[in-house]
T-cell receptor, first 113, second 112 residues
Framework: GEDVEQSLFLSVREGDSSVINCTYTDSSSTYLYWYKQEPGAGLQLLTYIFSNMDMKQDQRLTVLLNKKDKHLSLRIADTQTGDSAIYFCAESPTTSGTYKYIFGTGTRLKVLA | SQTIHQWPATLVQPVGSPLSLECTVEGTSNPNLYWYRQAAGRGLQLLFYSVGIGQISSEVPQNLSASRPQDRQFILSSKKLLLSDSGFYLC???????????FGQGTRLTVV
């Protein structure tokens, strides 16, 4: 079945790097995604990675994908207080007849000034 | 450009009352549509998804139902709300299977 897991909380100091980890079970997803949710708001796509890539860098964001271990991570360099939010990883299994878009439990990132 | 509308933004309803949350998408046709619930302190749970008019897939047994009466309209309903139905409900759409999802701003439902 499909299952996406994340640690629930992460606390870092402003200026440090944050690393948010995610594990998933279905390896058929074409893309894997990272979303950000600020308090009381919907989800905004942060970045995504194609499943045949190992790494993708986008300004302060670095996504690492280990397909063998089904592990995805998001690194935020020089974390700022504005980065405090809940971060969700998501996969979209492409197994036949499935149109699901599965999210992890979300990691609440708290950035300390 | 495509936009997604979800309303109302907040709702307080008594236990046992009915529910109807509406989501509409503009600027696209035949989107895949989704309803998610985010309970307090918990992750994002997929409730329903739809790949076409009248086609609804339910992910978890619950007190809720969904309908898609038109191509770009997705409705979440309940005949009698329970306290456990409280949460943040998000509607989303995707243009295709291997593509990102776009989210509405959510409805915060409090059942009292």
């Amino acid at each position: 079945g499909e299952d996406v897991e994340q640690s629930l909380f992460l606390s870092v100091r402003e200026g440090d790097s944050s690393v948010i980890n995610c594990t998933y079970t279905d390896s058929s997803s074409t893309y894997l995604y990272w979303y950000k949710q600020e308090p009381g708001a919907g989800l905004q796509l942060l970045t995504y990675i194609f499943s045949n890539m190992d790494m993708k860098q986008d300004q302060r964001l670095t996504v690492l994908l280990n397909k063998k271990d089904k592990h995805l991570s998001l690194r935020i360099a020089d974390t700022q207080t504005g980065d405090s939010a809940i971060y969700f990883c998501a996969e979209s299994p492409t197994t036949s007849g499935t149109y699901k878009y599965i999210f992890g439990t979300g990691t609440r990132l708290k950035v300390l000034a | 450009s495509q936009t997604i509308h979800q309303w109302p933004a907040t709702l307080v309803q008594p236990v046992g009352s009915p529910l109807s949350l509406e989501c509409t998408v503009e600027g696209t046709s035949n989107p895949n549509l989704y309803w998610y619930r985010q309970a307090a302190g918990r992750g994002l749970q997929l409730l329903f998804y739809s790949v076409g008019i009248g086609q609804i897939s339910s992910e978890v047994p619950q007190n809720l139902s969904a309908s898609r009466p038109q191509d770009r309209q997705f409705i979440l309903s309940s005949k009698k709300l329970l306290l456990s139905d409280s949460g943040f409900y998000l509607c989303a759409w995707r243009p295709g299977q291997a593509y990102r999802a776009f989210f509405g701003q959510g409805t915060r439902l409090t059942v009292v």
